[in-house]
């Protein structure tokens, strides 16, 4: 196996894409030797923890109304062409993410952390909900196998929060500034939201190299 660690924020909408990118190469590639382990990065980790307005926000991130629109506008083609329907305009909170952060973590401890990337993605980007909720955080963890009312009783703690923050301060220490960023057996490191036929390329590669 080869690992492939991604550094991810379930609010960005460019690692929704790389993801869905990958997901269509590993379809095509059902031998594939990847081990996939999903890393926090917070996008906005001084967001309030209660998160704020989605418009307000995206205005004041990118210098105005236009500003914002004019962002967003590769963000809606390339998600067509990664085969997402994104309803950005059913997105009207924009949530910090340590405690989906943390539910990532805990599905890792599980053996189901994909389910809940997968999961809190979709929540997000096409069911406009807030993953910044810990009762909508827990009906996903339901939904993916998992004890809500023990994922609402560590919500309601500390547990694990510095470990996701010392996580993060890790892979900013290693140079990650953006996200998606995967790195390939725990070496190569491939920035930004690729396409499925790089990810094939890559799959054939360390077959040849296996």
């Known amino acids: 196996m080869v690992k492939l660690d991604i550094m991810s924020d379930p609010i960005c909408p460019w690692c929704y894409i790389g993801k869905a990118q990958l997901d ?12 996939i382990e999903w890393h926090p990065f917070q996008l906005n980790p001084d967001m309030p923890a209660e998160g704020m ?10 210098g105005g109304k236009e500003g914002a629109v004019k ?10 062409a990664a ?18 952060h943390r539910l990532i973590h805990w599905g ?11 999961s809190l993605f979709r929540a997000y980007f096409q069911e406009g909900r807030d993953i910044g909720n810990r009762e909508v955080l827990a009906d996903i963890a339901d939904a993916c196998g998992m004890d809500a009312s023990v994922v ?34 725990r070496k190569h490191a491939v920035p930004g939201a690729q396409s499925a036929e790089l990810w094939t390329k890559v799959i054939e590669e360390l077959g040849q190299q296996a």
């Open 152 to 185: 609402m009783r560590l919500m309601n703690s500390d547990a694990d929060v510095d470990e996701i923050r010392n996580r993060d301060a890790a892979a900013r220490e290693m140079g990650v500034t953006s996200v998606p960023t995967f790195i390939v057996d």
């Open 108 to 118: 890792g401890i599980e053996g189901r952390q994909t389910a809940i990337v997968s």
């Open 71 to 80: 962002a967003y506008m590769p963000v809606g083609e390339h998600a067509k």
């Open 24 to 35: 269509r190469a590993l379809e095509k590639n059902l031998n594939h030797p990847f081990e």
């Open 53 to 62: 307005d989605r418009r307000a926000y995206l205005e004041g991130k990118f």
């Open 83 to 100: 085969g997402l329907d994104l309803n950005l305009e059913g997105i009207t909170r924009t949530p910090n993410t340590l405690d989906a």
